[in-house]
């Protein structure tokens, strides 16, 4: 009985801010100083919600916003733990790049738009290569921490029991590096999920949920914005709970490399 | 990853760079895009030259590094009392977490195009995508912070006869100060992408988005890459120099680096 009355209060707690969120806003969308059509009350924004859902919407620019997503993150996976190991084995691939890649992490990938369209045109391509350039940084250098962590022990010992190069480095360094890459490819992943909406606003691409929020400005369509990220918030927490800490509780707790 | 200086690092790094620019230059002279849209380096450092000359670049790089440190003041102000109250008071995080772990996860340039609608274009909006990215990397890792400290501190404090107010200032604060400078350092890092994109998008008069943005309207590729050139250099200098000096100058100090870890 009492395990019921706890699961009572603990579901009541959990609705409690959004409940005390959600009256703070209808007040003031009923008795502020904005006009409804900027603020609108949560009933229409839930009808939008809906409204959008059925039509499809909300799920074609969902689709094409995780397409883009998916294919930028994988191109800045592959390139940053390529240049990732690479640094971290050879020193002068090192010595030669360190000196980019930490002039050119500091800006905001972001910046760069203007110049990817003056470059490749508006659309699905400069939107993908931005998204995958502006992550490819935290995998880059979160790999190449990972090679050089990899303790020298145990590649000499590897070594005088013969491992050949393949061997040394999938079944040795691929393991020691492994949870530095992932939390690289997590950070990676953070970045390119931060940026790739501003980036729909900007390259104008034809589907998106940016590109939703940015069309609707245009008609003023708060409810159409406000249902966009809605689902904006609904990805990045489901990208949050299910990816991220599932990732992290497969490998590297597992491993026991972290305690969770 | 501290790296220890040496001369043949330093000359690999500078061959490094050189690579890099004589491959830009090819690459700008070879006629693949147009001059207009690669400018070969002479033209790059003379856009940089003469918007240093005329005194326009650093009033842009000013306004929007002041736009950054006061989105982050504003930020700090709601962000330290509530990762505080959060750690400390048991229904004040029943209360906000659900909240935070909702809005933190959402883009803060996602709000631009309504904030635009709210406020208006320039300076406000600009500034409030500033406060909302800056604000959730530091309310989680003061939140952090405060549960992380040992209750044994605590209950000593108590049992010196040391009051609520005493025992915040001379034991919660101080532990609880590595994390919150480990939170300035990824707040600005948020924060120097959203000014970057609120300037894209909200088109305030200055700023060093809105140089950006300009040029691309003229075709000024030169002028753009000055730009990129000065973002990434301010970027660096606050990373290495400014948040390097602070670090060094409390957390190393007090020796708890092990304890910021991120």
């Given amino acids: 009985m009492s395990g019921l009355k706890s699961i009572g209060a603990n579901a009541l707690w959990l609705a409690a801010p959004f409940v005390a969120v959600a009256v703070v806003w209808e007040l003031w969308a009923r008795l502020g100083s904005f006009p409804p059509k900027l603020f609108p009350s949560l009933i229409t924004v839930a009808d939008t919600f809906?409204?959008?859902?059925i039509s499809g919407v909300l799920w074609a620019a969902t689709e094409a916003t995780l397409v883009r997503l998916v294919l930028g993150f994988v191109l800045a996976a592959v390139v940053g733990v390529i240049v990732g190991i690479l640094m971290g084995r050879y020193q002068w691939v090192e010595d030669l790049l360190v000196p980019i890649v930490s002039m050119i992490y500091p800006i905001?990938?972001?910046a760069y738009a203007p110049l990817f369209v003056l470059w490749f045109g508006l659309g699905d391509l400069p939107s993908v290569l931005l998204v995958a350039v502006a992550s490819c940084f935290?995998?880059?250098?979160n790999t190449w921490k990972g090679v050089r962590a990899v303790k020298p022990i145990w590649i000499r010992a590897a070594e005088s029991m013969g491992a050949r190069d393949r061997q040394l480095f999938?079944?040795?360094?691929?393991?020691?590096?492994l949870p530095y890459i992932l939390t690289g490819l997590r950070l990676g992943l953070a970045q390119a999920w931060r940026i790739l909406v501003a980036v729909e606003m900007l390259m104008s691409v034809s589907r998106g949920l940016g590109w939703m929020i940015f069309g609707a400005q245009e008609f003023l369509a708060t409810d159409v914005m406000l249902s966009s990220i809605a689902a904006i918030g609904f990805i990045g927490v489901l990208l949050e709970k299910q990816v991220f800490e599932r990732l992290e509780r497969y490998t590297v707790v597992r491993w026991?490399?972290?305690t969770a | 990853m501290k790296i220890a200086f040496s001369w043949r690092a330093f000359w690999r790094g500078a061959a490094?760079?050189?690579?890099?620019?004589?491959?830009?230059?090819?690459?700008?002279?070879?006629?693949?895009?147009?001059?207009?849209?690669?400018?070969?380096?002479?033209?790059?450092?003379?856009?940089?030259w003469q918007t240093f000359a005329d005194g326009s670049m650093p009033q842009h790089a000013l306004v929007t590094l002041g736009r950054v440190l006061l989105g982050i003041a504003l930020s700090c102000l709601i962000a330290i009392p509530l990762g505080m109250l959060m750690g400390r008071v048991r229904a004040m995080e029943r209360f906000f977490l659900p909240l935070v772990s909702v809005?933190?996860?959402?883009?803060?340039?996602?709000?631009?195009?309504?904030?635009i609608l709210w406020f208006g274009i320039g300076n406000i909006s600009t500034i409030l995508v500033v406060i909302y990215a800056a604000t959730f990397p530091m309310v989680y890792n003061v939140w952090t912070g405060v549960r992380s400290i040992n209750p044994l501190w605590l209950r000593a404090a108590s049992a010196m006869g040391a009051n609520r107010r005493a025992s915040f200032w001379k034991v919660v604060w101080p532990a609880a100060l590595p994390f919150v400078i480990t939170g300035l350092r990824l707040s600005f890092g948020r924060a120097w992408i959203a000014v970057v994109g609120g300037e894209l998008l909200a088109s305030p008069v200055w700023g060093l988005g809105k140089v950006i943005f300009e040029a691309k309207e003229?075709?000024?590729?030169?002028?753009?890459?000055?730009?990129?050139?000065?973002?990434?250099?301010?970027?660096?200098s606050f990373e290495r120099v400014v948040f390097q000096a602070l670090e060094a100058r409390t957390i190393a100090r007090w020796g708890m680096v092990a304890a910021a870890k991120r």
């Fill in chain 2, 218 to 236: 003229f075709l000024n590729a030169d002028v753009m890459l000055a730009a990129l050139i000065v973002i990434g250099a301010l970027g660096l």
């Fill in chain 2, 103 to 115: 809005l933190m996860p959402i883009p803060s340039l996602a709000w631009v195009p309504l904030f």
């Fill in chain 1, 108 to 110: 905001p990938g972001l």
């Fill in chain 1, 170 to 177: 999938r079944l040795v360094i691929l393991p020691a590096a």
């Fill in chain 1, 256 to 258: 026991g490399m972290l």
């Fill in chain 1, 138 to 141: 935290a995998v880059i250098i």
């Fill in chain 1, 50 to 53: 809906v409204r959008l859902a």
């Fill in chain 2, 16 to 48: 490094g760079l050189a690579f890099l620019l004589l491959v830009w230059e090819v690459f700008a002279r070879s006629g693949f895009f147009s001059r207009a849209l690669s400018p070969p380096l002479g033209s790059i450092a003379n856009a940089l």
